[in-house]
């Protein structure tokens, strides 16, 4: 090894040991983090210990009423329970009750064990078998405070909670709303406050302590928060889904994050000190928010992947902290979105940056979704209600749109078509070995003809970001969903005309066990187009570039046949028209004038470029002779 390699490592592991001491987490941090996480933990086990309890407790009850007297040593369990709680030891045990809250887009179910949103049912949507969509539900769904009393760890979801007097503490004059107390004596208890408007997916959501300034909290100026679901599957191909399935929250006032959803391994907790707005608990079409009336002090989120024989897409769980003033009557005030992610519909709350939530890509790619796609595709929805024709003219609009960009293309190629047969009397004149003589021969003739090898590649190019937003627009427009057109039932997803059951290894995973049709109706198209532009390239020219035009279309075949057919049927649109535009261009191109046109170009000296005259200016005022032009 010689001094310089040695070197080289030497530096490297420099920067490396640099970096690791600049990026050591502070000593506070951690010890703080490790005081949260082993406070959770023992919360987490106090709750599996009472909730044993409460088990035992109500067998008891049920052993008393039918009088066969209480099971022994039931009374030290009841002791028990209170010395686990204290105070709040009569919360513990109860029967689970169920609330309604309801509007005419959703409905809420709040158990009272908890006093917790239960389920969430969106009433204008089903799923893809026309089942009700259920955002979540049953009782692995946790949701509550988190904090301490006579040195107890309290959570108020293992805790019941009765309704209280909701007419008297409405919040709205129409709309619905309900109450749910969890009552230590008079003059201390906690309420929950859900209050639903007529026509929307915003739920109203307050919690007021009273008499609860002088618990214990992890931070003295907030009160842990936590909630937890499990994401049901509402789309026909959960795999798909589970592409869209994330956690999404807000730093205060800054840009939305999310953890990534195609991450199929063990996905890291999110410990964030800051302040967060929001979080939500995201699927492909469908979300869940917890917005802060200002900010949630820190966050600590986490999403697991779940098996894939598993009914649930994934599981998400939130512990944020709620600045918490400690007054002797405090409210606390939120608001739940239970809805679509309809860009429309998002578009409400920008301030919030829920329109985050749909996802429409990045940079360019959004930019041409939001101001060109989208508007176009919701004006065309005004005046009809067929999806596959909305789509049809949605491309007829922007291929018109495009038009210019694509003629130049033609032209572009036709002249490298009229070209062709000099570029071939090159190729046999400068046989192999003479690459770059070659090479020069070429760019002078096309110098001389006034063509440029890359007028028919750019325009083409600056049309593929609107295929990028194409590609993520279609496959989350929940208007698609369950729409059909001919023989497709569902435009947000794939279209099968033929499927089957047998796992194929490799071929399962990468095309799946289905055919669809717009996928092959694409990819034929995308060869036909490629044949009929294949003649301007001569056979020596870019050795192995056609056989790699023609397995390009194959592979987006196995790629798009699990997307959705609307992405589909519209890349088949495309081409098709492209098709058509070639024809027409074809017959309105004399390609014997455009050659005519090209041998008088190459009779003309050729005129410099602006860049090569303000050399030459530069060079005469330095003194020197300009250099001359070929």
Known sequence: MDKNSIFGI????????????????????????????????????????????????????????????????????????????????????????????ENDLIRLIVSSKGGRPYSVELKKYKTFDQKPVVLFDGDSTKFGLTFYDQNK??????????????????????????????????????????????????????????????????????????????????????KNENQYTSLYYRHYKEDVEYFNPRQSKDVAPKDIATQVEWFAFKSQFFSSVLIAETAFSNALLKLTNLPAEDKYLKNFRAEVGVPFQRLENETIRMKMFFGPNKFKLMK???????????????????????????????????????????????????????????????????????????????????????????????????????VSPMGGCLPMLLQFPILFAMFRFFPTSIELRQEGFLWVNDLSTFDSIYSWDAIIPILSNIYGNHISLFTILMTVSTIIQMKMSDSTMSSQQMPGMKSMMYIMPVMFMFVL???????????????????????????????????????????????????????????????QKPAKRK
């Not at 709303?177 to 201390?188: K, Q, Y």
């Not at 058509?580 to 005519?596: A, I, P, S």
């Open 10 to 101: 030497v530096l490297i592991a420099a920067i490396l040991i640099v970096w690791g001491i600049i990026n050591k987490p502070d000593p506070g941090e951690i010890e703080a983090n490790r005081r949260r996480l082993d406070s959770l933990s023992m919360v987490e086990k106090r709750q599996q210990e009472i909730k044993s309890i409460q088990d035992s407790t109500v067998v008891a009850e049920q052993a008393e009423l039918s009088g066969r007297g209480a099971i022994p040593n039931d009374s030290l369990k009841l002791q028990k329970l209170k010395n686990e709680l204290g105070i709040f030891a009569d919360n513990a045990v109860g029967e689970n009750k169920f609330y309604t809250i």
């Open 153 to 238: 760890p309290i959570s108020t979801n293992d805790l019941f909670f009765a309704p209280g007097d909701t007419l008297a503490h409405s919040a709205i004059a129409k709309g619905d709303s309900l109450i749910m107390r969890l009552t230590v004596s008079e003059s201390r208890y906690i309420e929950y406050r859900y209050s639903l408007e007529p026509g929307s997916y915003m739920v109203g959501f307050a919690m007021q302590l009273s008499g609860m300034k002088d618990i214990v909290t992890r931070d003295p100026e907030s009160i842990d928060m936590s909630w937890e679901i499990y994401v049901p599957q509402h789309e026909q191909l959960k």
């Open 348 to 450: 409400q709350y920008k301030d919030q940056k829920l329109d985050d939530l749909v996802s429409v890509g990045k940079g360019i790619i959004r930019w041409i979704n939001v101001f060109v796609i989208i508007p176009i595709f919701d004006w065309l929805s005004k005046f009809m209600g067929n999806y596959g024709l909305i789509i049809l003219l949605l491309t007829i609009i922007i291929k018109i749109g495009l038009l210019p960009l694509t003629y130049k293309s033609y032209l572009s190629q036709a002249s490298m078509k009229a070209l062709k047969p000099q570029i071939d009397e090159l190729t046999k004149k400068y046989p192999k070995g003479k690459e770059l003589e070659k090479q020069q021969a070429t760019m002078a003739l096309y110098k001389k003809a006034g």
């Open 561 to 623: 046949n699990n997307f959705s057919s609307g992405l589909t049927y519209y890349y088949f649109l495309t081409n098709m028209i492209t098709i058509g535009q070639n024809y027409l261009f074809k017959q309105f191109v004399d390609e014997k004038e455009l050659l005519r046109k090209i041998e008088e170009k190459k009779t003309k000296p050729v005129k410099k470029s602006k860049w090569q005259q303000r050399l030459d200016e530069m060079a005469k005022q330095a003194g």
